[in-house]
Every structure is written in structure tokens, then in C-alpha cells.
């Protein structure tokens, strides 16, 4: 059975529900100061704590909330909504700072050579993730646990609230921007990335989903990322702890700038690099950055979008191809969305071969159900138009990208 195409017909001149007028209106009437003190008060009232461990992430929380605050194009809400980021993930540090605090076996938990996904957003890195997760020895990472790591705080009358929350804060997201799903579900269950831990110390490039932020942009490529990698490892031994296994499978889009430094963070790490046509997964992420816009954005400008991520896009697979080959090739796999799409199972072999990890009939099974459960467009699949949304030309983006194709010449071409 074919997915519902679903067709995003307002992206440049939005009609908005009466909820999302609503949301817009409330944070119009409740401005947001993006100020570190503002932040870290937040989070010390929400929790009763103070203590936020090292103070090497102080710079990056500046400089992160300013690059933001400089956004002018933000609309209210958008502030509010990175607001309540950065205090969500200060909240978290506090947690995990006192956990750690109070139990201080966890730094010594090995972290064992764990699988890292790496490639483009849009690119089957989600899907590889999710079908990984289906093999029980793995740890892996539900967005409801990758929000709220610690969970001492959320135990009420014996029962772990972290699930319910979640699925509230699901609940209004789908309901204010129902085709969110159709580009990257967060419900409770769906497996998420480890840029939520590396946000805990504020690294990574979350934010620029959100905002336009060239400066932090620019920071990111002129320091060194191993700090803030080193404390997602630090909450992957929290949540080990907490229940393991302690092999994990991971991954995030932003691993293809920082392959060196998440292998250093991790030692012994094996990395699976995705990869598709660039314009393809383009395509996707700005139709997805464009619908959301329309709450967290001013004015909605696809041109300014699309530019913004063209040459974000460039950057990260110029670091791809930079770095691919410092990596082991005994501890390394390129996976192809063609061929992940057309054999998921056979490719799932593979990179358990690779991985030195048995691969099992118990182990097929649990990919067979996995696979089954994680069909793709069971939310519908968007319909996309560069040329009428962007007015953009494939070929003419794709000509960008030629380099990543002379480097890996297995990619296929989608769009044309």
C-alpha cells in the first residue's frame, strides 16, 4: 500500500489555525530574555539544584543564546521555544550532575564500542537507527528517556512519569504543527538522536533548525567538539546505569562534520556513514524547516531557507569527505539509501559483520518485526516542489555537490 502524498500548499504565504494564531499570541504577550542568568535561573528554580558541574559549557550557552537573540527574523515564539530548549537541557545537566554527584560509580562504565550513525538529515539515518534498536542487546535512546536522562526526579508514587510528559508535549506539538510527523516524528517511543545529550552542554546544531545563527555556525567549525561529545558519553554512562545494555547505538546528522572528533570521544566506536543524493534529503529538510517556520519565524522566507541549508549541506559533506578515510575501514561502513531501502536486512548483516556482532535468527527476527513496524510514510509522505516552492533546479544544486559525488560515485541520483 502507497503512502498518502500529503501536499504542504501555503509554505510561503501561510494560513494559520486558530491554534497556531493562538500560540503566537500568548508569546507575543510573554517575551523571553535569552540571557544565560535568565537560563540557568530558570533551571536551578524547576529543580531546587545549583550545581552545574563543570563551568566549561558557560561560553557556549552565551555565545549560543546571543547568535539567537541577534535573530531578528525569530518570531515570539520561536524565542520562547529556544528558551525552553536551553532551560530543558539545563534542567537535565543539574539532574545528571547530582546523579553522578551521589553515585560516582558511573563514571567508571565502559561505553563498549558502540555503533555510531552518521549522514545527512533525510538521508535513512533515522530509519537505520530505528531498525538497530529493534536488536535488544543494543541501547538505544526513546526521545521520551533522550529529553528527561535522570530519572529519579520524575518518579511519582513509584511510577516513571517521563513517558506520559512526553506524550503530552507529543500531543500539543502534533496538534500545532500536524505535518511535523510526516518529516520527523517525536513521539514518546521513536528513537532519537544523541545531539539531546550533547545539547546538555550545549554543543551541536540544534538550534540552527530554528534560528539563523552564523555565528554559531562559524564557532562550531573553528573549535574543537570533543568537549561536548565527551559529556553526551558521560549521560550515555548515566542512562547505562540506569539500565543498560552498555553497547549503544546512536546517531546524528552532525557526526558527518565530526567524524574524528565522535570517534575520539568514543573510542573503539563503530560508524556507519549514510548517504543519499544530496538534493533529495535537501528537498525534504527545507519543505520541513519551511512548514514549521510559519510559528517560529517572523515571516516566512524560502529562499533565505533554502540558501541557509544548500550551503550547510556543503559544509557538512565537505567534512565528510575530509575525514572519511582517517577512519579505521575495519571499524566503518558506508551505507547507501538506495541500497538500505531496497534490502534493509541484508544491509543490517552487513554492518553487524562489520561491527563483530552476531547475527542470529533471534537477531533476524527482531529486524524482520522491526522492519515491519518502521514502514516508511505510515504518517504520509510530503510532496515536494523545488522549482515551485524555491524556485530552485536540482541539477543546478546538485552541481554543488559534485565533489561528494567523485568521492562516493554509489550515489544515486533522486531528483531530477
Known sequence: MLAEKLRISDLAHPVLTEMQKQALAHADANPVMLTPEAVLAAACAATGLSDFGDDGFRPRLSLWLKACDDDTGLSALGRAGIFGQAVNYAVARLYLEDLIRRYPEIEQIDIDRPLIIAGLPRSGTTYALALLAGDPRLRSLPHWEGIRPVAGPYIVGGKDTRHDLCAREWAQTDALLPFVKSVHEFAPDHVTEDIELQGMDFGGYYIEWTARVPAWRDFQF???????????????????????????????????????????????????????????????????????????????????????????????????????????????????????????????????????????????????????????????????????????????????????????????????
Not at 553497547?247 to 573510542?267: F, G, T
Open 222 to 416: 573553528s573549535t574543537d567538539r570533543t568537549p561536548w561529545l565527551r559529556y553526551m558519553r558521560r549521560a550515555m554512562q548515566a542512562l547505562t546505569w540506569q539500565k543498560g545494555p552498555n553497547r549503544w547505538v546512536s546517531k546524528c546528522p552532525q557526526h558527518m562534520e565530526q567524524l574524528r572528533e565522535v570517534n575520539a570521544a568514543l573510542p573503539g566506536a563503530f560508524t556507519v556513514i549514510n548517504h543519499r543524493d544530496p538534493v533529495a534529503s535537501i528537498q525534504s529538510a527545507i519543505t520541513g524547516g519551511a512548514y514549521s517556520a510559519r510559528v517560529t519565524r517572523a515571516s516566512v522566507n524560502l529562499r533565505e531557507i533554502a540558501d541557509y541549508w544548500i550551503d550547510r549541506y556543503e559544509r557538512l559533506l565537505r567534512a565528510c569527505v575530509r575525514d572519511r578515510d582517517a577512519l579505521d575501514p575495519a571499524r566503518s561502513y558506508d551505507l547507501y539509501f538506495h541500497e538500505l531501502m531496497a534490502d534493509p536486512l541484508g544491509q543490517l548483516e552487513a554492518i553487524y559483520h562489520g561491527a563483530d556482532l552476531p547475527f542470529d535468527d533471534q537477531t533476524r527476527t527482531a529486524f524482520e518485526t522491526a522492519i515491519t513496524a518502521n514502514k516508511r510514510g505510515r504518517h504520509g509522505q510530503l510532496s515536494y516542489d523545488l522549482r515551485g516552492d524555491f524556485g530552485l533546479e536540482p541539477a543546478a544544486i546538485r552541481e554543488r555537490f559534485s565533489f561528494y559525488f567523485d568521492r562516493f560515485p554509489q550515489v544515486r541520483v533522486e531528483v531530477q
